[in-house]
């Protein structure tokens, strides 16, 4: 059996604030890892303890409780915190802290972060890694397996005693079952993402002949509306400089027109200008908030409006990212766990969405929806109505609830369900 060898040359003091209701033991990031009281071994998945038998470390006893992805998260106290960041300060790994609280270590850097900002106190990980003396490779190959079953990787991190940042890096690009060239999740989700533009565009009988690619990137689905519609207007934009130059270096019809400029920008002149556009791609990095609140008046009275929940859907384990989510969209609920909030929050942004829409006298129809692994993708054939019938449609199809719109009548597959469809475009013949 292989021993993993402990790194104590940075010391804290022991705190002794209790923990939030119902953990038991005194809350204290410990001065050395042997100092981390075991978990209780009746909280582990008997598989992960199996695992670790099979793969010679047996002896380990797990520092945190052993249980897959997305359990349900619990609030922080004040006192939790100021333990954690008096950690932090005396230079503990940010792994040894995690392990000590039961913490995801991401969630810890972002609350730190918020907290040195309101404090002007530079925030730093130099120091406090816990280092990769133990990554070997019979480690690397039971981390592998740890984390195929459903093991988090900041989990994995605390049982080998390893910086949990080399953990997380490691098992992603050493699992094999991501396919398609071995490429990562979100690679192949974007992938998808374009198939399934095409696989709509090409579906719905509706002529482009003016579209707007608001969140441009390098040009990919500019590229798909231009191959579908030859004789289409395009308006594509992009901000960041690097990437719009990266999209420059591709030859571009004389109907394709890029700026690089914020599209809050353009979209501002081009409802003074009265343009309209038969076709508008929200596809953004993290959210598209403002601009949903803008397009409207681009529209023309029957349209397709593709729009990603992005970046900012994602990391639900974080108490303040809900609170912006319930900022923007209005809905919240801190008692959910993270995966049924993953599973529930997107129904509650298109409700927000149709909520704008029937304000606007549109309703929607949804041609497409995905649950992909950062983000969630929606295609809609938007129709103008009167009001009338746009307060009709929303009643039929929002529900109020936890403060917010929920959408009913509605499938949102998630990728896995649909993954398949990429192995099948070569036989349809599709755009590459």
Same mark, same amino acid.
């Given at each position: 059996?292989?021993?993993?060898?402990?790194?104590?040359? !940075?010391?804290?003091?022991?705190?002794?604030?209790?923990?939030? #209701?119902?953990?038991?033991?005194?809350?204290?990031?410990?001065?050395?890892?042997?100092?981390?009281?075991?978990?209780?071994?009746?909280?582990?998945?008997?598989?992960? !303890?199996?695992?670790?038998?099979?793969?010679? %470390?047996?002896?380990?006893?797990?520092?945190?409780?052993?249980?897959?992805?997305?359990?349900?998260?619990?609030?922080?106290?004040?006192?939790?915190?100021?333990?954690?960041?008096?950690?932090? $300060?005396?230079?503990?790994?940010?792994t040894r802290i995690a392990a000590a609280l039961n913490r995801n270590p991401q969630d810890m850097i972002y609350r730190l972060l918020d907290y040195c900002h309101e404090q002007g106190i530079k925030f730093t990980e130099q120091g406090r890694s816990e280092g990769v003396e133990n990554w070997t490779p019979q480690v690397a190959n039971c981390a592998s397996k740890l984390f195929a079953a459903g093991l988090p990787a900041w989990?994995?991190?605390?049982? %080998?005693?390893?910086?949990? #940042?080399?953990?997380?890096?490691?098992?992603?690009?050493?699992?094999?079952?991501?396919?398609?060239?071995?490429?990562?999740?979100?690679?192949?989700?974007?992938?998808?993402?374009?198939?399934?533009?095409?696989?709509?565009?090409?579906?719905?009988?509706?002529?482009?002949?003016?579209?707007?690619?608001?969140?441009?990137?390098?040009?990919?689905?500019?590229?798909?509306?231009?191959?579908?519609?030859?004789?289409?207007?395009?308006?594509?934009?992009?901000?960041?400089?690097?990437?719009?130059?990266?999209?420059?270096?591709?030859?571009?019809?004389?109907?394709?027109?890029?700026?690089?400029?914020?599209?809050?920008?353009?979209? $501002?002149?081009?409802?003074?200008?009265?343009?309209?556009?038969? *076709?508008?791609?929200?596809?953004?990095?993290?959210?598209?908030?403002?601009?949903?609140?803008?397009?409207?008046? *681009?529209?023309?009275?029957?349209?397709?409006?593709?729009?990603?929940?992005?970046? #900012?859907?994602?990391?639900?384990?974080?108490?303040?990212?809900?609170?912006?989510?319930?900022?923007?969209?209005?809905?919240?609920?801190?008692?959910?766990?993270?995966?049924?909030? !993953?599973?529930?929050?997107?129904?509650?942004?298109?409700?927000?969405?149709?909520? !704008?829409?029937?304000?606007?006298?549109?309703?929607?129809?949804?041609?497409?929806?995905?649950?992909?692994?950062?983000?969630?993708?929606?295609?809609?054939?938007?129709?103008?109505?009167?009001?009338?019938?746009?307060?009709?449609?929303?009643? #039929?199809?929002?529900?109020?609830?936890?403060?917010?719109?929920?959408?009913?009548?509605?499938?949102?597959?998630? %990728?896995?369900?649909?993954?398949?469809?990429?192995?099948?475009?070569? $036989?349809?013949?599709?755009?590459?």
């Amino acid at each position: 059996m292989q021993t993993i060898k402990s790194n104590n040359q !940075l010391r804290a003091p022991r705190y002794t604030k209790s923990l939030p #209701e119902g953990q038991g033991t005194r809350l204290v990031v410990p001065r050395s890892w042997e100092g981390i009281e075991p978990a209780d071994i009746t909280s582990c998945d008997p598989e992960f !303890l199996e695992i670790l038998r099979e793969c010679g %470390f047996g002896n380990i006893k797990p520092v945190v409780p052993l249980k897959r992805r997305y359990t349900r998260g619990r609030r922080w106290t004040k006192e939790e915190f100021k333990v954690c960041f008096a950690a932090w $300060q005396s230079g503990i790994s940010l792994t040894r802290i995690a392990a000590a609280l039961n913490r995801n270590p991401q969630d810890m850097i972002y609350r730190l972060l918020d907290y040195c900002h309101e404090q002007g106190i530079k925030f730093t990980e130099q120091g406090r890694s816990e280092g990769v003396e133990n990554w070997t490779p019979q480690v690397a190959n039971c981390a592998s397996k740890l984390f195929a079953a459903g093991l988090p990787a900041w989990k994995i991190a605390t049982l %080998f005693r390893v910086d949990f #940042e080399h953990v997380e890096k490691q098992v992603f690009i050493g699992r094999d079952d991501y396919g398609h060239r071995k490429q990562n999740p979100f690679t192949i989700n974007t992938k998808h993402k374009y198939f399934a533009n095409e696989q709509v565009l090409s579906s719905i009988r509706l002529d482009i002949s003016d579209a707007l690619d608001a969140f441009a990137g390098e040009g990919k689905t500019t590229e798909i509306i231009s191959h579908l519609f030859p004789h289409a207007c395009i308006l594509a934009t992009e901000s960041d400089a690097k990437t719009f130059s990266v999209a420059q270096e591709k030859k571009w019809g004389r109907k394709i027109t890029w700026l690089c400029e914020d599209n809050l920008s353009v979209i $501002q002149r081009c409802a003074e200008s009265g343009r309209q556009f038969d *076709l508008i791609d929200l596809d953004p990095f993290v959210t598209c908030y403002k601009q949903l609140n803008l397009i409207w008046p *681009l529209l023309r009275p029957s349209a397709l409006l593709f729009i990603t929940f992005g970046g #900012e859907y994602r990391r639900s384990f974080i108490a303040s990212n809900r609170k912006a989510i319930a900022t923007r969209y209005s809905f919240y609920n801190a008692d959910l766990g993270n995966s049924d909030y !993953l599973e529930i929050v997107p129904f509650f942004f298109l409700g927000w969405v149709a909520t !704008l829409a029937g304000q606007n006298s549109f309703t929607f129809t949804v041609a497409r929806a995905i649950r992909y692994a950062n983000t969630c993708r929606f295609w809609l054939r938007v129709n103008a109505t009167d009001k009338r019938k746009a307060n009709h449609w929303m009643a #039929e199809h929002i529900i109020s609830e936890d403060g917010g719109h929920r959408f009913e009548g509605v499938n949102i597959p998630r %990728f896995a369900e649909v993954r398949q469809e990429l192995e099948q475009r070569d $036989q349809l013949g599709l755009f590459k």
